[in-house]
């Protein structure tokens, strides 16, 4: 048997679908309280600390 392609829309919703299992699995990492905390030396936490630092000279 010939291998059957998927019509547009289907390719599409196969796309999205697999997009938003990729941005909930990321963005569960960083939830409070989650059993993966996020690393120290991450760039998100390097860039929090940065905000931090700014918005308190800020003030």
Not at 25 to 34: A, D
Not at 38 to 56: F, G, I, R
Request: hydrophobic share 30%; glycine share 6%.
């Amino acid at each position: 048997m010939g291998v059957t392609r998927l019509k547009r829309k289907d390719r599409r919703n196969k796309t999205v679908s697999r997009l938003e299992v990729q941005f909930l699995k990321l963005g569960r990492n960083i939830e409070i309280g989650s059993k993966s905390k996020e690393p120290k030396k991450s760039q998100v936490a390097k860039n929090n600390a940065v905000l931090d630092k700014l918005t308190a000279e800020s003030k």
